[in-house]
């Protein structure tokens, strides 16, 4: 398994469609090289600026992805 570090430089967007969500950015993609101490994952890496809005971001979708959901299915979150 390949793993590689991600880091973003720019948010563009975010919108949901048919149970996904899709977020558009600027990102820098390198190949991880294999170290036998660290894991086998994949690492993201954004500034915490970045990261702020990303939060902001997908709970406005997930809060429009819940105002589509009938009442019924929602009743029982906290």
């Given at each position: 398994?390949?793993t590689y570090?991600?880091?973003?430089?720019?948010l563009?967007?975010?919108?949901?469609d048919?149970g996904?969500?899709?977020?558009g950015l600027d990102?820098?993609?390198l190949?991880?090289?294999?170290?036998?101490?660290?894991?086998?994952?994949?690492?993201?890496?954004l500034?915490?600026?970045?990261?702020?809005?990303?939060?902001?971001?997908?709970?406005?979708?997930i809060?429009?992805?819940?105002?589509?959901q009938?009442?019924?299915?929602?009743?029982?979150?906290?």
């Open positions: 398994m390949k570090d991600i880091e973003v430089q720019r563009k967007s975010m919108k949901h048919r996904l969500v899709e977020i990102a820098l993609v190949a991880r090289p294999v170290r036998d101490d660290a894991g086998s994952a994949s690492c993201l890496r500034p915490v600026e970045h990261a702020r809005t990303l939060l902001v971001l997908l709970k406005q979708q809060a429009d992805l819940d105002k589509l009938p009442r019924s299915r929602r009743s029982g979150r906290a």
